[in-house]
């Protein structure tokens, strides 16, 4: 099993609609999660942290089920500027100055008018 | 929000040549930063750990040799490939956390693309 496995995707939608990713990872020790956006030939950049609590930014929601081991993004009324494709992150092994990510193959979305 | 600059963020070689690529902080120290690299449609794979002071730490099936790595600074982190082969290509991006939590948020550098003739 890979340690983090998404949705294969590509997603294509509309403007306005609702979309959802789902991750699973295999570590149960993980710690941290997150949502990072790459967009074509840049680096990923954070998009949300992920709390066990369920964490809501605008319109963006993630969630985390630590018992399933597993991840989820929702995107509400899509615009065509969330065109990129976004990558499911977990932390690896901490050491005592940080900690590597490791990331999902990420999924593609396109939002089109 | 910290900042950690990359550079080149393109290059093209010849076969067999060497390239250096340098990540740094620029407004934090970073006694840890790591080194990814992406392949076309693939996710982000960890190769090494870059340790001030120290020697790296490289992901299993990584060339140590091939791939060598200094962290002379507590700002600056250097990937050099050596011997450089098509196969080489690849887009390389190193990050590294603030340090003030050991789960903190990593920052990345702007990547380098990187392509060997």
């Known amino acids: 099993r890979k340690e983090v496995e998404q949705d294969p995707g590509p997603f294509n939608v509309p403007e306005g609609a609702t979309v959802a990713f789902n991750c699973t990872y295999s570590?149960?020790?993980?710690?941290?999660f997150f949502w990072y956006r790459q967009d074509c030939r840049k680096e990923p950049k954070l998009l949300m942290s992920v709390y066990s609590s369920g964490n809501e930014d605008g319109r963006f929601t993630a969630q985390l089920n630590r018992a399933s081991q597993y991840i989820s993004l929702l995107i509400r009324d899509s615009k065509l500027s969330d065109s990129a494709t976004y990558l499911c992150?977990?932390?690896?092994?901490?050491?005592?100055?940080?900690?590597?990510?490791?990331f999902g193959k990420g999924t593609t979305l396109s939002v089109s008018s | 929000g910290a900042v950690v600059s990359q550079h080149p963020s393109w290059v093209i070689c010849k076969s067999g040549t060497s390239v250096k690529i340098e990540c740094r902080s620029l407004?934090?120290?970073?006694?840890?930063m790591f080194w990814y690299r992406q392949f076309p449609k693939q996710s982000l794979m960890l190769m090494a750990t870059s340790n001030e002071g120290s020697k790296a730490t490289y992901e299993q099936g990584v060339e140590k040799d091939k791939f060598l790595i200094n962290h002379a600074s507590l700002t600056l982190s250097t990937l050099t490939v050596t011997s450089a082969h098509p196969e080489d290509s690849s887009f390389y991006i190193c990050?590294?956390?603030?340090?003030?939590?050991?789960?903190?948020?990593?920052?990345f550098g702007q990547g380098t693309r990187l392509t060997v003739v």
């Open positions: 407004d934090f120290q970073a006694t840890t």
């Open positions: 990050s590294a956390n603030t340090g003030a939590l050991r789960f903190s948020e990593a920052f």
């Open positions: 992150v977990v932390n690896g092994t901490p050491n005592q100055a940080g900690t590597a990510l490791i």
């Open positions: 570590n149960s020790a993980s710690q941290s």
